[in-house]
């Protein structure tokens, strides 16, 4: 594969192991997008998502000191668990929901500070996970992370039309009996098994763009939910492929380029792209309203 035909080719790359497991990490990130996303975007958790995305470094921490790089995914998967079930009782107990994430990112932050400062071994297998190893990760990695992300999937489908009513009516639902709290607890959670199967490819301080960016995108471009859920997932895939795809264009061109912060950056250009197109057919829209007044 030289010449043009390198440079042009959108399949034949992504044959290569190192590079079809990160795709297929990036597919089912995108699912995860298309529904915990969707969630998150809806109930306005953007800032929740950005907060745990931090509280997990504690379990790093404590995960690197004790296993190493094998121990980096349970322990970010214990204290994301812990820091979404302290966010939402906090939540609960009253505080308003930014004040309850800068003080949940503040504490477990500052925690795994703490232990990497006092365990000084932990630090360099944690640089990967901050920072993302999307073409190192194996295929354990990948079933581990597919399996965060369908069980995240699955919490947001059983609960989903509570999910939807709490998240316009929160009085309402209150009102009707729903278990609120649960629902928060069980939201967050799924959020945050997201964050953590995202943090295990594109890294913790990306992962916010792959769970909202295509969410973000998807209601740029549609109205209904049904089409918001389906669009969102087209966009993560569609943009996880050509992230990757610019990685290995750039490779042969001898430019080393950062996969995850490559598909992050093409994630944004894609959502400004949707800004835009979600604009100028709004157009069309605004002038028929006010040629019919």
């Known amino acids: 594969m030289t010449g043009l035909t390198g440079l042009v080719d959108p399949i034949t790359p992504f044959a290569v192991p190192f590079l079809g497991r990160p795709l297929l990490l990036l597919v089912a990130l995108a ?66 929901r930014d004040t309850a994430v800068a003080i949940v990112l503040t504490t477990f932050f500052s925690f795994g500070v703490v232990l990497v400062s006092a365990s000084g071994r932990a630090a360099g297998s944690i640089a990967d996970f901050f920072f993302g190893r999307l073409l190192t990760i194996t295929w354990a990695d990948v079933g581990t992370s597919v399996a965060l992300i369908a069980t995240a999937v699955a919490l947001v489908a059983l609960t989903g039309r509570m999910q939807l009513f709490a998240a316009f009516d929160p009085s309402g639902a209150r009102r009707a009996g729903l278990p609120v709290l649960a629902l928060e607890v069980v939201g967050t959670i799924a959020i945050a098994l997201v964050v953590v199967a995202a943090s295990a490819s594109v890294g913790t301080l990306l992962a916010l763009a792959v769970v909202i960016v295509p969410a973000a995108a998807a209601r740029a471009l549609t109205r209904s939910l049904r089409a918001a859920i389906g669009t969102a997932i087209a966009f993560g895939a569609v943009t996880g492929w050509a992230g990757l795809w610019i990685v290995v264009q750039l490779a042969h061109v001898g430019v080393d380029a950062a996969p995850g912060a490559t598909v992050a950056l093409t994630m944004i250009a894609g959502y400004l792209a949707a800004l835009a197109i979600g604009g100028l057919r709004g157009r069309p829209a605004a002038a028929a309203r006010g040629s019919a007044r």
């Open 31 to 96: 699912i995860a997008a298309g529904t915990v996303g969707v969630l998150v975007h809806l109930r306005r958790l953007e800032f929740s998502t950005d907060g745990l995305t931090h509280a997990v470094f504690p379990g790093l921490a404590i995960g690197a000191a004790l296993g190493g790089t094998a121990g980096l995914l349970p322990g970010a998967i214990g204290a994301a668990l812990a820091a979404a079930v302290v966010l939402a009782l906090l939540a609960r107990r009253g505080q308003p």
